[in-house]
């Protein structure tokens, strides 16, 4: 267990600012006047679904209807061996998460909601304002496996498809290296075939792809060589590595042609990247998304 927990997979900082991601929220929706505000994504377990539903409403009036709903299951075991928040198993949280978007659109859309289900228990219960967008912010989730993207696909207006994490409880390196171009589109199709089956249109689900690592090389024997080197760590040819869901690596000029083959091959509407410094981000902006 101890060299497991040792494992780079299993690491973590204990000092990562964890501000209550509501304030944050807040604070950048005050900050801003164009760009959308959410997360990717709230923990279900860690709120109950009526007080998500309220702190959303919030931040869509203070953001002037800028506000994304995001929601999962929660993942993280460590959060919740810390902190002694019961942490079942994944077939439980999904349906925890089914029922609290269920609830959670009631209450935006209508004037009482009155429900019983294994979970959550509502009696007239009334949300009032309602939400600024109609008819309630963009649901966005988050995962992988088959379980998520079936809640997703009764619920979720944008899915952002990362490696599955859901029964594990940190992302395996394996996992990781798992999640191809096949896999992606395999997990496309199946989410479409899903929200057809439940009479939604399957193309009003926007495809969202998050580029955990993304970098910017200067040539293309830099590319090479970070590619390679990462395969060392997942196991992966580097021509694997660079075609990877969760990875952009490359030249400006081969980010561009990266992405525009994920958004033709792969039908990704949006792009998600982490915060890997201001400088980082201009030449991102201004060099690659510009011209995507």
Request: charged content about 25%; glycine content about 8%; hydrophobic content about 40%.
């Amino acid at each position: 267990a101890d060299r497991q927990r040792a494992r780079p997979e299993r690491q973590s900082d204990p000092h990562h600012l964890a501000y209550d991601v509501m304030v944050q929220a807040a604070v950048i929706a005050e900050a801003t006047r164009r760009v959308r505000v959410g997360h990717l994504v709230l923990c279900n377990l860690f709120r109950h679904p009526v007080i998500t539903a309220q702190s959303l409403v919030a931040l869509d009036h203070v953001s002037d209807g800028r506000a994304l709903a995001g929601l999962g299951t929660g993942w993280t075991e460590t959060e919740f061996r810390m902190t002694g928040i019961p942490y079942p198993d994944i077939g439980t949280r999904l349906r925890m998460l089914d029922e609290a978007l269920t609830v959670m659109r009631s209450l935006w859309t209508k004037e009482a909601t009155t429900f019983e289900g294994e979970f959550y228990r509502l009696r007239e219960a009334i949300l009032w304002p309602k939400p600024r967008q109609t008819p309630h912010p963009p649901i966005v989730l988050g995962g992988g496996g088959r379980g998520l993207l079936r809640v997703a696909a009764r619920h979720a207006d944008v899915v952002n498809i990362i490696s599955e994490v859901g029964r594990d409880g940190y992302i395996k390196m394996a996992n990781v290296a798992k999640l191809d171009p096949a896999s992606f589109q395999a997990k496309v199709r199946f989410l479409r075939e899903e929200a057809a089956r439940h009479g939604r249109d399957p193309k009003a689900i926007e495809m969202s792809d998050v580029c955990f690592t993304t970098m910017l090389t200067d040539s293309r024997a830099d590319t090479q060589a970070m590619a390679a080197n990462m395969g060392g760590m997942l196991g992966a040819s580097p021509e694997a590595v660079l075609r990877a869901p969760l990875n952009l690596i490359g030249t400006p000029e081969e980010c561009i042609a990266e992405l525009r083959r994920r958004v033709r091959e792969w039908e990704v509407e949006e792009f998600v990247f982490p915060f890997a410094g201001e400088e980082m981000l201009k030449r991102l902006a201004q060099e690659v998304l510009a011209h995507v």
